[in-house]
């Protein structure tokens, strides 16, 4: 069994959501969200290290770092 049933013609999803409940996103009864879970867990990651870097001077190589950061917090808001 996949977890999966048919409802109304339509495929549901009836695993359980694998985030721990103090992570995000929301827990969904109806969804399996490793990779929601992934990609808020890195997103917070990159935000806190893209804070620590924007409140300190920085070294030409921080300077890149901060760039190469924002430019994955951008993709990551976008998926």
Do not use: Y
Not at 11 to 21: E, Y
Not at 41 to 59: F, P, S
């Amino acid at each position: 069994m996949d977890g999966t049933i048919t409802e109304a013609g339509q495929n549901v999803d009836t695993r359980t959501c694998t985030c721990h409940p103090s992570e995000r996103p929301i827990p969904c009864p109806r969804k399996f969200a490793f990779r929601e879970c992934w990609r808020a867990a890195v997103l917070d990651e990159t935000q806190r290290h893209i804070i620590a870097l924007k409140n300190r001077d920085r070294q030409p190589h921080e300077q890149a770092l901060l760039d190469h950061l924002m430019r994955v917090r951008t993709a990551l808001e976008g998926t």
